[in-house]
């Protein structure tokens, strides 16, 4: 297996995950008896492997970044409290100008119907014959001949009849 | 605000108790659920449970101390925001990792800066503080020791392309596993392998060339004082 002369690191190519592993310590027992045999033959990945050696050292002397403590929680908490209610006041702003043209035509149609009533109750008004005319005008055609006669009652035929004879007494 | 089961409502202390990655998956598996259904406890418990991860994770990215607080809460925030999307098919830390990622990406684009680095060569002191490190048998114990290191450390990969730096930090610093950087970084295993193997033989190229620096550099000071 070829060196990797790209990298500097002089390990096989095929060879550099194996030695990770071996490194961490991930290699099964016949995996690791076959990179362990390899090293024995390869010098570039047992050059490279010493190398490393010391990084993984180094590396693990570093502190680990610190726990945020209880505090952190909270203000996540917090922030997500904050963040929800102003959604639900920018979806409120959302739909607040709907809402408000809403308004603004139902009040206009409430306005617009209420005139109409007016209006018609106001003409209906004027073409109802009112208390002075209220009853049909009866006009009479002078020229055309009387067809009809008025109609009376028995007390209005013997009226006359009865002054009449009271005259006469 | 709907109460969490007493199992799940775990206190910090409760945090602490070993739990075997696959009850731990479980546990976040029924926090997911509840906290799909509206239940913001559960997602407090989820935040307690994964917050130093993520600050792990948006360091080992950012490597800007002062902006991953700001970063790991977008995290959780936009987590919250999508959870009901979430169809836990996978783990629930691999999805909140990846939105860590994005978010870092984004953040870094937005800003339009590069993650933190050093330029300033190491020192003779700083040289032998690194070879006492690299090795001793064990990690230091002391804390303020090992934030030295990690100053030391970021310096030394800072040369390094941005891919080699993270993976370093991620796997060797936080812990990450390879598994879990594959995922998180969409790679597949064994690239993932391959470049932490020749990330670490380009951080040691780095040493080893920032020491023979330093030893010039000391070198001709030494001189100039001679002479003076």
């Known amino acids: 297996m070829g060196s990797n002369p790209e990298f500097g690191n002089g390990a096989c190519a095929g060879y550099e995950a194996h030695l990770e592993d071996f490194l961490d310590g991930a290699l099964s027992g016949a995996e690791a008896s076959k990179v362990s045999e390899h090293l024995k033959t390869c010098v570039g990945c047992r050059t490279a492997l010493d190398e490393v050696r010391e990084s993984a050292r180094l590396l693990r002397a570093a ?79 002078v020229f055309s001949a009387e067809v009809t006669t008025a109609q009376v009652n028995t007390d209005e035929l013997l009226m006359p009849r009865a002054e009449m004879n009271h005259g006469n007494n | 605000m709907a109460h969490v089961p007493k199992t799940m409502a775990a206190s910090a202390q409760a945090m602490a108790l070993p739990l075997g990655r696959r009850g731990r998956q479980e546990e976040d598996r029924e926090l997911v659920r509840l906290s799909q259904n509206g239940t913001e406890a559960a997602f407090e ?46 783990a629930f830390s691999t999805w909140l990792y990846k939105i860590a990622v994005n978010e870092c990406w984004d953040y870094l684009r937005k800003r339009k800066v590069r993650p933190l680095t050093y330029e300033a060569d ?18 230091p114990e002391n804390a303020a020791v090992r934030t030295e290191a990690r100053e030391l450390i970021q310096q030394l990969l800072a040369p390094l392309p941005e891919q080699d730096q993270q993976l370093l930090l991620l796997k060797e610093v936080e812990g990450f ?50 002479k003076a």
Do not use: C
């Open chain 1, 63 to 141: 502190e680990p970044a610190a726990d945020p403590g209880l505090g952190f929680a909270r203000v996540v908490m917090a922030r997500v409290r904050a963040t929800e209610s102003e959604q639900s006041r920018q979806r409120a702003r959302f739909w607040q100008p709907f809402v408000s043209v809403g308004w603004r035509f139902a009040a206009t149609a409430t306005l617009a119907i209420g005139a109409l009533l007016t209006y018609g109750a106001g003409r209906a008004r004027l073409l109802q014959p009112s208390g002075a005319f209220g009853r049909p005008t009866v006009v009479r055609d």
């Open chain 2, 45 to 90: 418990e989820l935040v307690r449970r994964h917050q130093q991860r993520v600050f792990a994770l948006v360091g080992g990215i950012l490597r800007r101390q002062e902006d991953v607080e700001d970063v790991a809460q977008q995290v959780f925030l936009k987590a919250y925001l999508g959870i009901k999307r979430f169809d836990q098919r996978a």
């Open chain 2, 122 to 139: 190491l020192s003779e002191e700083q040289v032998s503080k690194l070879d006492g490190l690299a090795t001793a048998d064990r990690p």
């Open chain 2, 177 to 226: 596993s390879v598994q879990e950087l594959a995922e998180i970084l969409k790679l597949n295993v064994n690239t993932v392998k391959v470049r932490l193997f020749r990330a670490r033989g380009r951080m040691m190229e780095s040493y080893r060339r920032r020491k023979a620096r330093s030893a010039k550099t000391s070198a001709l000071q030494a001189a100039v004082e001679r």
